[in-house]
T-cell receptor, first 113, second 115 residues
Framework: GENVEQHPSTLSVQEGDSAVIKCTYSDSASNYFPWYKQELGKRPQLIIDIRSNVGEKKDQRIAVTLNKTAKHFSLHITETQPEDSAVYFC????????????FGSGTRLSIRP | NAGVTQTPKFQVLKTGQSMTLQCAQD?????MSWYRQDPGMGLRLIHY???????DQGEVPNGYNVSRSTTEDFPLRLLSAAPSQTSVYFCASSYFGGDRVIKQYFGPGTRLTVT
């Protein structure tokens, strides 16, 4: 089955700097890669996603890149702000299993003032 | 729309007790899933369903049962609670968006403690 590995487990960056979180996946059939943000005590919320036929996607300060050959994908947050502090999860799935979404172990991002 | 709802929000069980965590969605989503989240860890898939009457095992199914008799409801049953099942349980529902991309929505979670 699918296995998703995520690095780093914790990340601290100065406010205004960029943050990068990296994930790798094992199942070459995976073709959908969402990213979730979870604030303390809250439910995970989808922030951005990318399909396998797209190499990069941007949404304001957030971007995701995908390298299907190497089976890795990354989340980039630019101009970080205090409200970006949270735990971020990457995940992977196939279109044929829309409810079987496998998550990475998470990255706790802290933004230093 | 209420979205994805879960009851109860908190529960304390003794070892060996059984109980059912309820999950319901009013968005007519085909797909539903149960995850557990242990402190400082990611979400691990317990069971999932691709439609009414169809369920399958995820990464950590042992000790849990599910059924999906309707599109709206997807209860998770703990057969004989163990301290290792102390966790936060999230239910989620998902569907294919207009661009054929999966959109998944989580419920608020149930915090379960087994003593």
């Amino acid at each position: 089955g699918e296995n998703v590995e995520q690095h780093p487990s914790t990340l601290s960056v100065q406010e205004g700097d960029s943050a990068v979180i990296k994930c790798t996946y094992s199942d070459s059939a995976s073709n959908y890669f969402p990213w979730y943000k979870q604030e303390l005590g809250k439910r995970p919320q989808l922030i951005i996603d990318i399909r396998s036929n797209v190499g990069e996607k941007k949404d304001q300060r957030i971007a995701v890149t995908l390298n299907k050959t190497a089976k890795h994908f990354s989340l980039h947050i630019t101009e970080t702000q205090p409200e970006d502090s949270a735990v971020y999860f990457c995940a992977a799935s196939t279109r044929s299993s829309a409810s079987k979404i496998i998550f990475g172990s998470g990255t706790r991002l802290s933004i230093r003032p | 729309n209420a979205g994805v709802t879960q009851t109860p929000k908190f529960q304390v069980l003794k070892t060996g007790q059984s109980m059912t965590l309820q999950c319901a969605q009013d968005m007519n989503h085909e797909y539903m899933s149960w995850y557990r989240q242990d402190p400082g860890m990611g979400l691990r898939l317990i069971h999932y369903s691709v439609g009414a009457g169809i369920t399958d095992q995820g990464e950590v199914p042992n000790g849990y049962n599910v059924s999906r008799s309707t599109t709206e409801d997807f209860p998770l049953r703990l057969l004989s609670a163990a301290p290792s099942q102390t966790s936060v349980y999230f239910c989620a529902s998902s569907y294919f968006g207009g661009d054929r991309v999966i959109k998944q929505y989580f419920g608020p979670g149930t915090r379960l403690t087994v003593t």
